[in-house]
């Protein structure tokens, strides 16, 4: 069964550094999702992204965060300058269909532990 | 502003027991959709159910099924027969109908035990 990867796993960056993270997305889908989970909370929205540009986003999502799809397969989060607070799992997920009962897949996350 | 919330942090259950799990939203839209995510630890989240708000019945897949109270902004996800492979975190998700983004309760953790 085709499913979302995402890399690294975890990374571990110093506070003001720069990730990226990168996510696989399932081939023929064309909506993309990021997610994050702090520790202990609810997983909150991000951003979600179609034919090249951001659909929706949060108020999470603000001038540090920037999405691309690079090629037509990967699907990256960049954090520009990280804060100690971006500490968290991050979620990407895809769907073929953006709204109503269509599933979002999900891949296993890559957890982020800014020190 | 849509909410999702799950009182029980954490549940037990014994294997081939039946437990439920609460979901309460709150929301001013008629039309939206409810999921209930299911992630085993260190898995990724796999979609239990679904159930659309402007359907009356309440869905159900093999041994997972919702009980859907839409006056009562209420959606609980009933586990019969439990199984090992059951233990993991549960989710319950809110989308609205114009919109991609799920909007999230702080799940239950769920632990059969043999």
């Known amino acids: 069964e085709p499913e979302v990867t995402q890399t690294p796993s975890h990374q571990v960056t110093q506070m003001g550094q720069e990730v990226i993270l990168r996510c696989v997305p399932i081939?023929?889908?064309?909506?993309f999702y990021w997610y994050r989970q702090i520790l202990g909370q609810k997983v909150e929205f991000l951003v979600s992204?179609?034919?090249?540009?951001?659909?929706?986003k949060s108020e999470i999502f603000d001038d540090q965060f920037s999405v691309e799809r690079p090629d037509g397969s990967n699907f990256t989060l960049k954090i520009r300058s990280t804060k100690l607070e971006d500490s968290a799992m991050y979620f990407c997920?895809?769907?073929?269909?953006?709204?109503?009962?269509?599933?979002?897949?999900f891949g296993p996350g890559t957890r982020l532990t800014v020190t | 502003a849509q909410t999702v919330t799950q009182s029980q942090p954490e549940m037990s259950v014994q294997e081939a027991e039946t437990v439920t799990l609460s979901c309460t939203y709150d929301t001013s839209e008629n039309n939206y959709y409810l999921f209930w995510y299911k992630q085993p630890p260190s898995r990724q989240m796999i979609l239990v159910i679904r159930?659309?708000?402007?359907?009356?019945q309440n869905a159900t897949e093999n041994r997972f099924s919702v009980n859907f109270q839409k006056a009562a902004k209420s959606f609980s996800l009933k586990i019969s027969d439990s199984q090992l492979g059951d233990t993991a975190m549960y989710f319950c998700?809110?989308?609205?109908?114009?919109?991609?983004?799920?909007?999230f309760g702080k799940g239950t953790k769920l632990s059969v035990k043999p």
């Open positions: 159930q659309e708000a402007y359907k009356q």
């Open positions: 992204f179609y034919n090249n540009e951001i659909s929706e």
């Open positions: 997920a895809s769907s073929a269909l953006p709204q109503g009962s269509y599933e979002q897949y």
């Open positions: 081939s023929n889908h064309l909506y």
């Open positions: 998700a809110f989308r609205r109908g114009s919109q991609g983004n799920l909007i």
